[in-house]
């Protein structure tokens, strides 16, 4: 065994398994109290809780990584039905001439350097 018992290793005896007892053989010899088997129990139990919180941690991450993909997903899905342009929204030039300005009357848009464009004759003019 790699690990002796607390008795062996105090007394610095080399601490050999008995396989149909569990406990070391110097302890059994001498009658003293073997603490081999409770700490090989000890140490199964902690691995396997350990184990069962990896298991647990896992399950977890994995829930949250496709709860992101899923966020990500929808996101630009937004993002993809609000950058493309929906086919009524689109007006060809010559429909143009069939759109109502009335509403933008008087008001001046900055055109290219130092035009700007007067939407009442829709032509550009000097600054």
């Keep these: 065994m790699p690990t002796p018992c607390s008795a062996c290793r105090r007394s610095s005896r080399s601490c050999i398994v008995d396989i149909p007892s569990g406990f070391c053989s110097e302890c059994l010899a001498r009658g003293s109290k073997c603490d081999l088997v409770a700490r090989v129990r000890r140490l199964r139990k902690q691995l396997r809780s350990l184990e069962e919180k990896e298991f647990e941690m896992s399950r977890r991450e994995l829930g949250s990584i496709e709860e992101l993909e899923a966020l990500e997903r929808a996101a630009e899905g937004q993002r993809a039905s609000s950058v ?31 035009e700007t464009v007067q939407v009442s004759d829709r032509s550009s003019s000097s600054v």
Excluded: K, M, R, T
Aim: glycine share 12%; hydrophobic share 40%.
């Design 84 to 114: 493309a342009p929906s086919s009524s929204a689109i007006v060809s030039p010559s429909g143009w001439s069939s759109l109502d300005f009335s509403a933008l009357e008087g008001l001046e848009f900055p055109g290219f350097g130092d």
